[in-house]
């Protein structure tokens, strides 16, 4: 479906926790994040693909399957405004979004 985006949906704390981890914009796989996060590796394992879904993370190489992820622009973008998330006078995707693009430009 062409111009579809999905509405994010982020799981709290941890998606947040997760950008953080990967602020320094290094690469890192769900088995490292689990550590540094104390967190269960099994759910790091299914928070990432959404992640990547929504456009704050991108899975990278150098082999298709590692599983290592780094941050995206977008990704900055959301963990900068987190605290708008919970607004309900904002409309945080179209915040991030409109953020994005000025970045763009």
Do not use: C
């Not at 997760?18 to 769900?30: F, G, V």
Request: no cysteine; net charge negative; charged share 30%.
């Amino acid at each position: 479906m062409a111009g579809f985006e999905l509405a994010v949906r982020l799981a709290r704390p941890t998606d947040f926790e997760i950008l953080e981890a990967l602020a320094d914009s290094k690469r890192n796989n769900a088995v490292n994040l689990a550590a540094i996060l104390d967190k269960n590796r099994a759910y790091i394992n299914t928070r990432l693909p959404v992640l990547a879904d929504y456009g704050l993370l991108d899975r990278v190489g150098p082999a298709p399957n590692s599983g290592l992820y780094v941050i995206t622009d977008k990704g900055h973008v959301a963990l900068e405004h987190r605290g708008a998330y919970d607004d309900p006078d904002v409309d945080y995707d179209a915040l991030v979004e409109e953020q994005v693009h000025r970045t763009d430009e």
